[in-house]
């Protein structure tokens, strides 16, 4: 059985910074990089707020560039998925999508999360060019423009407000009658003059020529009083939550009801000595790239203190 000192799960920027930390530390990873090489930040276009790149940077450039800078250091790259884990014994032994196992001293798990969308077919037709899962990452981009947010719960009304102070219009599509959220977002989406909410309402598909210019939405699907129109706007946001991309783990590691990986406050360690997380499969919160890169620098520094000890 092959064996490493440090395999990393996953390659988005919590993977690879992971990756060059370890590598630097003569660790001489293994990472593999999943399903999805460079993670989800790939399904986006131009990333304009990760720093060092002050005119934004294409983000599958940007992930290439980070997995050049880890093969710099010696982390041995590969393509690939992890199926298994076994961490009820040491060295902790995982098995590839290909069945080889291999077993390693210390892991980081940096599988990241993914976003629920809607299942249209348009959802993926305009992917980067005009639908995101991320207000923070791309609400820039419609400056002044009008868009439609989908959701009812917390996050979609904190996705809502974050545009309102960008955009010209905001639109919640929300499928009940009624908001999820807490009372305090309830009373500023609300309140807010540029949110307009459209309460049992849901989405039916999205147009337009080269970009969204519009959604095709139906009001009290069903019902008698069932009425179809379309709504023009520039962008359309999912804000239906994410899913940690964890299921492997499951019954290995600590998990919330949702399953991101739980860490002790303030560092990337699991209950599971020498298994470390990093990145969007343990942060609900922030979900940015670099709030990932931190936390994989954090595993990497973390995974040599325990070798080290």
Do not use: W
């Amino acid at each position: 059985m092959e064996h490493t000192k440090c395999l990393i799960i996953g390659s988005g920027p919590a993977g690879y910074t992971a990756a060059i930390y370890a590598g630097r530390a003569n660790l001489q990873p293994i990472e593999y990089c999943g399903l999805q090489m460079g993670g989800q930040l790939t399904q986006t276009t131009i990333v304009e707020n990760f720093p060092g790149y002050p005119e934004g940077v294409d983000a599958n450039q940007m992930m290439t560039e980070l997995r050049r800078q880890a093969e710099r250091f010696g982390t041995d790259v590969r393509d690939g998925a992890i199926v298994k884990a076994d961490f009820s014994r040491k060295p902790y032994v995982l098995t590839t999508d290909r069945g080889a196992e291999i077993s390693a001293d210390t892991v980081v798990i940096a599988t990241g999360a993914s976003a629920k969308y809607l299942g249209l077919e348009d959802e993926k037709k305009y992917n980067g060019m005009g639908v995101s899962a991320c207000a923070t990452c791309d609400g820039f981009f419609y400056r002044k423009k009008t868009v439609a947010v989908v959701g009812g719960g917390d996050t979609a009304c904190e996705e809502a407000s974050y545009l309102a102070q960008l955009c010209a219009k905001v639109y919640m599509i929300v499928r009940k009658p009624y908001l999820r959220a807490s009372d305090i977002m309830k009373k500023r989406v609300e309140s807010n003059p540029k949110i307009e909410i459209l309460y049992e309402t849901n989405t039916l598909g999205l147009y337009g020529e080269g970009g969204v210019e519009g959604a095709h939405v139906v009001y009290r699907k069903g019902e008698a009083d069932e009425r179809k129109y379309d709504l023009p706007i520039d962008g359309f946001f999912l804000a239906i939550g994410h899913k940690p991309n964890t299921d492997v783990f499951k019954g290995q590691i600590d998990m919330d009801e949702v399953g991101y990986i739980k860490t002790q406050p303030g560092s990337p360690r699991t209950n599971v000595e020498g298994v470390f997380a990093a990145g969007d499969c343990a942060d609900p919160t922030y979900r940015q790239a670099v709030v990932a890169a931190g936390t994989g620098c954090m595993a990497a520094l973390e995974a040599e203190r325990y070798l080290n000890q």
